[in-house]
């Protein structure tokens, strides 16, 4: 409760200030793009299905805000890093578009995707565009007064981000096909799929705002780690978590035969791995799911999954005070780390 | 003849470091991710299907020639572009590996697309990696020498033109569902979907060649309106073309119902347009596309779209003399542009 008061200041601030930037690169004057447009807001959750304003509550904007925050903390000004931090958002939307299409998904925060109502063409059009417009989007922090120099760093490090983004999602999708695959390759997945991104809104953050060249590399160390963590613990959730909380059931990832950290640890292990390969061969049912739980704690995988979020999550925080000092527990992106992983109300 | 000849030692000198370029664009040391490099290679036509070096002909590369022959028309050393070079023409085929699955195409270049040989999931990101790895390619350019600020220009024409040629797909798509289209419209959405690339491809080079911003923004016009001018060329090809030319029969496009220019005259023109209507309401047999042919003479549609195809290529070298001055049709890039209307051999 406490820490939310402290940031509260700043999210009033910037969080409005962050959607409008993010209408202003998803907008065209030309009416016969309002559809394409449309379909854009749809997915940003700024209008329903028949392009008429709703009034959906906004994504946590985790990446952004991190972004702003990074920005600040080094001494910038957050009004340079608001189009970097609208390009980081629209791009993990376009990401998020996409994926719906690859994995067949057909809601997305209990709404339909965007292929589901549009088809999957416009869909996979609607993704490019946003993909583009996030460009757009970073290059108008030159018009804010960031220097050519920086706009292009910020740029090479959200560019390569991108490739990252792309390169996971191949491995995860390919991990889908594959029984053997082991925790280590799980591991250089997320760090695509996941990591990649939250580690270069700090960076682009930070690098806007002027740190150093040691700081940005040590931010992104730190944003990195706190992906994989935060990933990790999303990985416990998925098994274990309170359906109350995370909205689905527990054993729900087993039931999809996801292969999340904790379920890999237990494929993997010597012992156990050999049962749970035949148990879920086929069609898994409800007493299945109970029976994979059993051989997951026979296997220790949630203690191991807990374990290396821990770690994960240290190896962020050594890395926040490489780059802050003694600032770094007292600093709001500390505390906007501790509340994506619940540790504080 | 002649004309080719001049033309022979600069593409003997950069076709082959282009294709270098994009090689190192595309490529990742680690091996986990062969196989998702490997189907930008097949793209790419440097692969078969088994990852196995082919040795396809290349493609034209268009785009990136154009790129680094502005570059070297306005006192630009070509190698500095090759960056850039590379990007257009990786770009160009990332929207090739969309438009396939968007299209449900099956075949190109006579050989299986890339969503038909490995799904359309793998496909979609295979495109977007590329879309991404474009981008990155492009960024090469300050580590040639380019300075930060026109490598920054470079990035914003290349960007605005992936966010026009979105549009562009946009509206393509939209406009199969739609029976008015009209020929205002069908400009607009080539616009986007050939041309912007074309002027991208010419304003991007002369940037980086050191080209005045009038002289930039002179070339970029070429560029459009010569792209303009070549899609028309293939819009009447497409249905008088010579077959032997094309490798499509006469009539194909009428065939498709392909909405382009010929055909949107036609079906527009006050006395034609309701029995072309009416003729190509159903499934279209070749006695249709005969009598198709018929209504487009007595419309003066193919008049028309030569005489389009003729003012487009005119508003275009208009363009060139403006930013070339009397050189302008002695220039390689003139050359180019001719040998693509196919005007001398």
Redesign the interface.
């Known amino acids: 409760m406490t820490v939310e008061v402290t940031l509260q200041p700043f999210t009033q601030r910037w969080l409005p200030a962050l959607e409008r930037e993010m209408r202003a690169a998803l907008t065209?004057s030309?009416p016969?793009?309002a559809?394409?447009y449309g379909m854009m807001h749809y997915h940003m959750g700024w209008v329903g299905a028949d392009f008429q304003p709703s009034d959906l509550p906004a994504g946590k904007r985790v990446r952004p805000l991190l972004c702003l925050l990074a920005c600040a903390e080094v001494g910038g000004d957050p009004a340079q890093a608001l189009p970097a931090a609208a390009a980081l958002e629209i791009l993990h939307n376009f990401s998020l578009v996409?994926d719906d299409?690859?994995?067949g998904d057909e809601t997305r925060r209990h709404r339909p995707t965007v292929w589901k109502l549009w088809g999957?063409?416009?869909a996979?059009?609607?993704?490019?565009?946003m993909?583009?417009?996030a460009?757009?989007a970073l290059?108008r922090a030159?018009d804010q007064g960031v220097t050519?120099?920086r706009?292009?760093a910020a740029?090479?490090t959200f560019?390569?981000m991108?490739?990252a983004?792309?390169?996971g999602?191949?491995?995860d999708?390919?991990f889908e096909q594959r029984d053997d695959v082991t925790v280590a390759?799980y591991i250089?997945m997320i760090q695509g799929k996941t990591a990649a991104l939250i580690g270069a809104s700090v960076a682009i953050g930070a690098l806007i705002g002027g740190a150093t060249a040691a700081q940005d590399e040590a931010l992104q160390r730190f944003g990195q780690a706190i992906g994989l963590s935060f990933q990790v613990q999303d990985d416990i959730l998925g098994i274990w978590g309170d359906p109350a909380v995370t909205g689905k059931a527990a054993g729900n990832d087993i039931l999809r035969k996801k292969k999340s950290l904790p379920l890999l640890h237990g494929l993997n292990d010597p012992t156990v791995g050999p049962r749970l390969h035949e148990l879920l061969a086929g069609e898994v049912t409800a007493a299945q799911v109970s029976r994979a739980l059993t051989l997951l704690d026979e296997a220790g995988s949630r203690a191991y999954a807990v374990a290396e979020m821990t770690r994960w999550h240290g190896i962020g925080i050594a890395a926040l005070e490489e780059a802050l000092g003694a600032q770094a527990r007292q600093s709001p992106i500390f505390t906007v780390t501790e509340q994506l992983f619940g540790r504080s109300a």
Not at 124 to 129: E, L, S
Request: net charge negative; aromatic share 6%.
């Open positions: 065209s030309e016969a793009l559809y394409h996409h299409i690859e994995d999957a063409p416009q996979i059009n609607v993704g490019d565009a993909f583009a417009l460009f757009a290059q030159a050519p120099e706009t292009l740029l090479r560019t390569a991108t490739v983004l792309t390169e999602q191949h491995l999708m390919r390759e250089r």
